[in-house]
């Protein structure tokens, strides 16, 4: 701690006591979680056969169904496909969106614009090649009305051609809370009772494990996420999943591999293991990240910054945002966070173009599995209100140094 100021230090003491009680809430979580797993590997019976390599076309692959099979049950959900196949989160959203709708049909968003690189996926913030829009489905989206879901704006949204709703459980680039579960199976209910028919579609990214159920167990048709974000217990190398009623995800998992082969096939090489003991890990890996991300809201909001979720906040992903007003205290922020890396400490972050983003993105991440935000890292894009989005932490003790690095680089540039 010698590397901080005395001024700095003082600050963390008292952000400390101020996230305690809520530090006892987030251990609560995880040890229910960890039961809950517990008791579904149990039931299935998952053994180190199922660790072993499988090639080519990965016909008979045990350890792939097993981990399908224990990852429906997590989720309350019929069907799972957990696969190193997907590339993002990202991916695997796009194959359930492609997957399931068809010229003519009706994408309807319903927590306002999604992440910008789903934006890139349906071709709703300009042509993208490729896109839904490119392929005859019609987007339509509803903002949120003072942070909350627009209930009345949603019922004469949805028509007879609405086949599918997006929902979007955690903020993305915005300042916007995260829906908990509790609302998003209330808005599930609410759309089941205008259209029966609607499928209910919850990007998930951040949120597994956060609390006690995942959308899939309240109401949700179907759901996908990524292996590098909560539920690879910063283990699994790569990979996403979908989650939910069986004829949806197989319709996703054709549209992953090919019609007629679906969830089928698919090697999964070495990685069984990796996933297997990822998922156990995940529900402790979460709150370690939980935890660093109160800290982080406590700390910079005695700084005087606005944060969201503030630091006593009920959360339901694990993205910390920090509004920080200018270009140049995000950049900042982020070689702050950098330097306290274990990987790549020695790499100056700079704002650049990214694909599938609108606007430069700055980002600092040095986390030994590639892009993996489930490690210690924070990343946005340089527009106003110039808010950085934290995220991850595999250790407590490692997220507190990252964010009193990222507090430091910050307060050195204002002397």
């Not at 499928?199 to 590098?228: H, Q, R, W």
């Not at 790549?344 to 980002?363: C, H, K, Q, T």
């Amino acid at each position: 701690m010698n590397e901080f100021s005395s001024t700095l230090l003082a600050y963390r003491e008292q952000a400390m006591r101020q996230s305690e009680p809520y530090f006892a809430i987030v251990d609560q979580i995880s040890e229910c979680n960890t039961q809950r797993l517990l008791h579904v590997f149990r039931e299935s019976q998952v053994s180190d056969y199922h660790f072993r390599s499988t090639s080519g076309y990965g016909y008979g692959d045990a350890g792939r169904d097993k981990l399908d099979e224990v990852w429906a049950k997590l989720c309350g959900a019929e069907k799972a496909l957990v696969r190193s196949h997907f590339v993002s989160g990202t991916h695997a959203l796009a194959s359930v969106l492609f997957g399931i709708l068809r010229p003519g049909d009706e994408l309807l968003a319903v927590t306002g614009a999604p992440y910008d690189t789903m934006q890139t996926v349906i071709g709703s913030a300009s042509p993208s090649v490729g896109s839904l829009t490119e392929y005859g489905i019609h987007y339509n989206e509803i903002n949120l009305l003072n942070d909350q879901v627009d209930y009345e704006a949603i019922k004469h949204a949805l028509t007879g051609r609405t086949k599918l709703v997006l929902i979007q459980r955690s903020r993305g680039y915005s300042m916007r809370h995260p829906l908990q579960i509790a609302e998003i199976a209330e808005l599930c209910a609410f759309i089941k009772q205008i259209k029966s028919d609607c499928i209910c579609f919850v990007d998930n990214c951040y949120g597994e494990f956060v609390d006690t159920k995942e959308p899939t167990a309240v109401g949700a048709d179907i759901m996908a996420g990524s292996l590098i974000k909560n539920p690879g217990g910063g283990i699994a190398p790569a990979g996403g999943y979908v989650a939910g009623r069986a004829d949806l995800v197989e319709l996703a998992a054709c549209r992953l591999t090919a019609p007629g082969i679906g969830s089928h096939v698919g090697a999964t090489l070495s990685d069984n293991r990796l996933f297997f003991q990822g998922l156990f890990l995940a529900p402790h890996i979460v709150a370690q990240s939980i935890k660093g991300a109160i800290f982080a809201a406590a700390l910079f909001s005695l700084l005087g910054y606005k944060t969201t979720p503030a630091f006593d906040e009920k959360r339901s992903d694990i993205i910390q945002a920090i509004q920080l007003d200018s270009p140049e205290k995000m950049i900042a922020f982020c070689r702050g966070l950098q330097t306290c890396s274990p990987v790549d400490a020695f790499v100056r972050p700079e704002p650049s173009a990214m694909p599938g983003y609108s606007d430069a993105v700055i980002m600092a991440g040095g986390t030994f599995i590639q892009g993996s935000s489930i490690e210690l890292s924070a990343d946005g894009p340089l527009r106003p209100p110039y808010s950085i989005y934290l995220q991850g932490g595999l250790t407590f003790e490692h997220a507190v140094l990252g964010v009193m690095g990222a507090a430091s680089a910050i307060l050195d540039k204002k002397q």
